[in-house]
C-alpha cells in the first residue's frame, strides 16, 4: 500500500500484481488485501514453485510473452524474504 501511494495511485490503477511467488496463500491473501480480482493477480507457482529471488522476473516475463503488457500497464510487484526484509514497487510499462 505504501509503494501506491508514494506513486500516487489506488489499487484501482493496477492493471496486474506480480508478486514474490513463495506460496499460494500470501499470493491469495496480498491479492485480497489490495482487494484485486485474481485476473489481476499473475500466479505461476504451480508450474516452478518457488524459485526465490527468480519468481518476479520470471512471472514478468510470461506475462510480457501474452502480450497483455502494453505501454501504461500499471505492475505492482511485491517480494519478501527471510526475517523483515520486504520490497514493493508500482511500475508503469
Not at 501511494?5 to 496463500?25: C, E, F, M, S, W
Not at 485476473?39 to 505461476?44: A, C, D, R
Request: cysteine-free.
Amino acid at each position: 500500500m505504501a509503494a501506491l501511494k508514494k506513486a500516487g495511485l489506488t489499487q484501482d490503477d493496477i492493471d496486474y500484481l506480480i508478486p514474490h511467488q513463495a506460496n499460494i496463500r500470501i499470493i491469495e491473501a496480498t491479492g485480497r488485501r489490495l482487494k484485486l480480482p485474481p485476473e489481476k493477480v499473475y500466479v505461476n507457482i504451480h508450474k516452478y514453485g518457488n524459485v526465490s529471488v527468480a519468481t518476479i522476473p520470471i512471472a514478468l516475463h510470461e506475462l510480457y510473452e501474452t502480450g497483455k503488457l502494453k505501454r501504461g500497464t500499471i505492475i505492482m510487484m511485491d517480494a519478501f524474504g527471510a526475517g523483515f526484509t520486504w520490497a514493493a514497487i508500482a511500475y508503469r510499462w
